[in-house]
């Protein structure tokens, strides 16, 4: 069972190799169009958020529809510090690294607060409550304005003449325009750098002793608390490191964009993740990073057909559904190729 786990993560981490040194062949061939371009970071930035999200809703079995808060978390506070070391580290790979690093953490922490009391409750509840925070701290960055000047940092709720800074003062959050002038460091390397990482982190939660209790406790509550599990605690491990995966996201996203607005992370963010999460597979982690990346792609590579693009891309969502999910496609699934693997393997003669 192990070897076969490890081979489904190779697979995996193959699949991403594979999509890099073709995107990179292209690139250097001039094949791809100035759009694809802009896409690389933000598929690199979505397949990140889906598979920090089906370790919430596939692994853990819990429905969050807050990520996108997290996602904001870590990109205001990545733009916020690289807006203030900008001048003092200049070294764009080192500067964006250490951006991530701190949009994780300040994502993990939110997690971790919003988690002890939320976590408690199940289904519905859990995912109004989720939804509610991702709104709040969209609304909330909205009110905040920050300068900094030569005696300091400045703060106001009202607006940025209120920051009372000097003549040398600089507006770092601007309350609804929020931060501009984010040092453009993403590449699409680190974004496939920061989806090894995340597929690393979260395989290996999955293969651990944690990921095993987390997900027996996904499949029976009361049989995993009979034996000793702690619930809350598996379950809020599971969601602070699922925030932080997401803040990281946020962080790489915020690097992309010469203005970073919380209005971006709305609540159609987080249904979108769940959008890659579903039609992926929930629960399976390669699922969720192809379903990323097509989804993500899709809608640019039908804009020649105008019009049409958005009913080509709804009628192939309706066809994704019902291939992964019809009760008939599954069960012919399970008998034709689950025959032929049992037979490859020799457990059918």
């Given at each position: ?37 802009g ?38 506070s ?6 203030c ?11 964006l ?8 953490a ?33 609304n ?9 000047d ?16 000097a ?7 601007s ?8 040092p ?22 999955i293969?651990?002793r ?50 970073l ?16 999460v ?25 804009r ?46």
């Open positions: 069972m192990r070897a076969k786990k490890r081979k489904n993560s190779l697979i995996t981490y193959g699949i991403v190799l594979a999509g890099f040194i073709i995107v990179q062949a292209l690139l250097s061939a001039g094949r791809l169009s100035s759009l694809m371009k896409l690389l970071v933000p598929i690199c930035v979505y397949v990140v958020l889906a598979v920090s999200l089906n370790l919430v809703v596939g692994i853990s079995g819990e429905l969050s529809l807050g990520h996108a808060g997290f996602m904001c978390v870590g990109a205001f990545g733009a916020f510090f690289s807006k070391v900008s001048s003092v580290i200049t070294f764009a790979p080192l500067r690294t250490m951006a991530i690093a701190v949009g994780a300040a994502a993990a922490l939110f997690g971790f607060l919003i988690g002890i009391p939320v976590l408690r409750l199940k289904g519905d509840y859990l995912a109004i409550v989720t939804l509610a925070f991702g709104e709040i701290i969209k909330v960055m909205n009110i905040f304005y920050i300068g900094r030569s005696a300091g940092f400045h703060l106001s709720v009202k607006d940025q003449f209120s920051l009372g800074m003549p040398d003062g600089e507006v770092l959050l309350g609804p325009m929020g931060i501009t002038g984010t453009k460091d993403a590449t699409f390397l680190a974004g496939i750098i920061l989806i090894f990482v995340t597929l690393f982190i979260v395989q290996n939660l293969d651990s944690d990921g095993r209790a987390i997900m027996a406790i996904r499949d029976n509550r009361i049989a995993a608390e009979s034996i000793g599990l702690k619930v809350t605690h598996y379950k809020l491990m599971a969601f602070t490191i699922s925030a932080a995966l997401a803040g990281s996201a946020g962080a790489l996203y915020a690097h992309n964009l010469a203005t607005q919380a209005k971006k992370f709305d609540y159609n963010t987080s249904i979108l993740a769940l959008v890659f579903v039609l992926g597979g929930i629960g399976n982690i390669r699922g969720s990073v192809i379903a990323a990346v097509v989804l993500t792609a899709l809608p640019e590579m039908l020649g057909l105008s019009n049409y693009r958005m009913l080509i891309y709804s009628i192939i969502l309706i066809a994704m559904m019902l291939f992964n999910w019809a009760p008939k496609v599954l069960a012919w699934r399970e008998r034709h190729f689950g025959r032929f693997l049992r037979r490859k393997s020799g457990e059918v003669g």
